[in-house]
T-cell receptor
Framework: DAGVIQSPRHEVTEMGQEVTLRCKPI?????LFWYRQTMMRGLELLIY????????DSGMPEDRFSAKMPNASFSTLKIQPSEPRDSAVYFC????????????FGPGTRLTVL | AQTVTQSQPEMSVQEAETVTLSCTYD???????LFWYKQPPSRQMILVIR????KQQNATENRFSVNFQKAAKSFSLKISDSQLGDAAMYFC????????WGAGTKLIIKP
């Protein structure tokens, strides 16, 4: 069974450009999480969805960040406009409700904003 | 609020030896899960081991085992027969519906 899939694996862009990160959760999982990891702040939860509905977006740093989950098999995290301080590794994770709380992570997207 | 503390920023161990990574947490909940995740240089987050708080028996996965002390709110990870492939960042995490993360411990394996 395929794990969580993220694309792209690496993204280099210039300040001010729009960036879209993509995630496909594990089939059958009904929770999806977006995290950001930096050396300074460690792992931060940005937003999570349950059954495609955003439940908690209090970790989204500012209005430049938005996330959507149009269906159970796809989610996007968009940054518009991007800034150098957005450079980080962005992870997507998924889990199934009621079973051990275990989250399974994708390989991450390394974003560099020049 | 729940917090997770890993007091060892870095640990090193000789290959084939045993090492223990420390983790403490704070919560007022009685039912929760605890996890250790491993992040090698590839940066993939890999589940190492999981412990249910209602279970008194310590979880074990091959060379990895935990010492779960619920009253002390302590959850340490023991790695036996350390191998070069164990070199990674290790994160302790607490969950009762979403994960609260420790800052991580960098484990170095000396050949």
């Amino acid at each position: 069974d395929a794990g969580v899939i993220q694309s792209p694996r690496h993204e280099v862009t210039e300040m001010g450009q729009e960036v879209t990160l993509r995630c496909k959760p594990i089939s059958g999982h009904d929770y999806l999480f977006w995290y950001r990891q930096t050396m300074m702040r460690g792992l931060e939860l940005l937003i999570y969805f349950n059954n495609n509905v955003p439940i908690d977006d209090s970790g989204m740093p500012e209005d430049r960040f938005s996330a959507k989950m149009p269906n159970a098999s796809f989610s996007t995290l968009k940054i518009q406009p991007s800034e150098p301080r957005d450079s980080a590794v962005y992870f997507c994770a998924s889990r199934i409700a009621g079973v051990t709380d275990t989250q399974y992570f994708g390989p991450g997207t390394r974003l560099t904003v020049l | 609020a729940q917090t997770v503390t890993q007091s060892q920023p870095e640990m090193s161990v000789q290959e084939a030896e045993t090492v223990t990574l420390s983790c403490t947490y704070d919560t007022s909940e009685s039912d929760y899960y605890l996890f250790w995740y491993k992040q090698p240089p590839s940066r993939q987050m890999i589940l190492v081991i999981r412990q249910e708080a209602y279970k008194q028996q310590n979880a074990t996965e091959n060379r990895f085992s935990v010492n779960f002390q619920k009253a002390a709110k302590s959850f340490s990870l023991k790695i036996s027969d350390s191998q070069l492939g164990d070199a990674a960042m290790y994160f302790c995490a607490y969950s009762n519906y979403q994960l609260i993360w420790g800052a991580g411990t960098k484990l170095i394996i000396k050949p």
